[in-house]
């Protein structure tokens, strides 16, 4: 359990309202105000450094998706076209090449393309080099041995594992190797 959690479990709901609006404001001022490159090393997960500028994405897109997972759980769906959603594209596909390459074990010389359909479109082509190394780019393949596509709401929830491809399968459509799609699916999540 965390520690946050835990400690404001007596407090009431207008007390946790005043805290939010507080933090906000307070942390508004402190991006407003915010001089350093976004280069600088900053203090990031566990003790590690990481730029200022990929803190500052981490931070958007983690905010954004457990918007999305309070949204799921109000049925009320919606801010799925913000700029909160193309920073977690951005970062979702950065954890494509892994997904293809390692975890589903495409094959060396081969090419995988994501068509993704909905408010967030876009088309992408995970590429596997000779030695197995896979690189992500909007060019698209000719001869791709597979093709997945599928709209933004369900890539982005299989990206976040917050479903099993068992429960969107009927939403993906795969083209070309079924087996090399259904292992790149079943491997989907790349967030921790």
Same mark, same amino acid.
């Given at each position: 359990?965390?520690?946050? =959690?835990?400690?404001?479990?007596?407090?009431?709901? $207008? #007390?946790?309202?005043?805290?939010? #609006?507080?933090?906000?404001?307070?942390?508004?001022?402190?991006?407003?105000?915010?001089?350093? &490159?976004?280069?600088?090393?900053?203090?990031?997960?566990?003790?590690?450094?990481?730029?200022?500028?990929?803190?500052?994405?981490?931070?958007?897109?983690?905010?954004?998706?457990? #918007?999305?997972?309070?949204?799921?759980? +109000?049925? /009320?769906?919606?801010?799925?076209?913000? $700029? *909160?959603?193309? =920073?977690?594209?951005?970062?979702?596909?950065?954890?494509?090449?892994?997904?293809?390459? /390692?975890?589903?074990?495409?094959?060396?010389?081969?090419?995988?393309?994501?068509?993704?359909?909905? $408010?967030? #479109?876009? +088309?992408?082509?995970?590429? =596997?080099?000779?030695?197995?190394?896979?690189?992500? &780019?909007?060019?698209?393949?000719?001869?791709?041995?597979?093709?997945?596509?599928?709209?933004? &709401?369900? !890539?982005?929830?299989?990206?976040? *594992?917050?479903?099993? !491809?068992?429960?969107? /399968?009927?939403?993906?459509?795969?083209? *070309?190797?079924?087996?090399? *799609? &259904?292992?790149?699916?079943?491997?989907?999540?790349?967030? $921790?």
């Amino acid at each position: 359990m965390e520690m946050q =959690v835990d400690v404001r479990r007596h407090h009431t709901a $207008p #007390e946790m309202t005043s805290e939010l #609006e507080y933090t906000i404001i307070r942390r508004s001022r402190q991006l407003r105000n915010e001089s350093r &490159d976004p280069s600088t090393k900053v203090r990031g997960p566990l003790g590690t450094e990481q730029t200022l500028e990929l803190a500052m994405r981490t931070r958007a897109f983690d905010v954004w998706v457990h #918007e999305q997972d309070l949204r799921t759980a +109000l049925r /009320k769906p919606g801010n799925t076209e913000s $700029p *909160g959603a193309y =920073v977690a594209r951005d970062l979702l596909l950065q954890g494509l090449p892994k997904v293809v390459a /390692k975890k589903a074990g495409a094959p060396a010389n081969s090419a995988v393309v994501f068509d993704v359909s909905g $408010p967030v #479109e876009f +088309l992408r082509t995970v590429r =596997v080099d000779a030695e197995g190394r896979a690189t992500v &780019d909007s060019a698209p393949s000719l001869g791709p041995l597979a093709t997945i596509g599928m709209d933004w &709401d369900t !890539y982005f929830r299989l990206a976040c *594992g917050r479903v099993s !491809y068992a429960a969107v /399968k009927d939403r993906v459509k795969v083209e *070309g190797d079924q087996e090399l *799609g &259904d292992a790149i699916l079943g491997e989907f999540a790349v967030t $921790p």
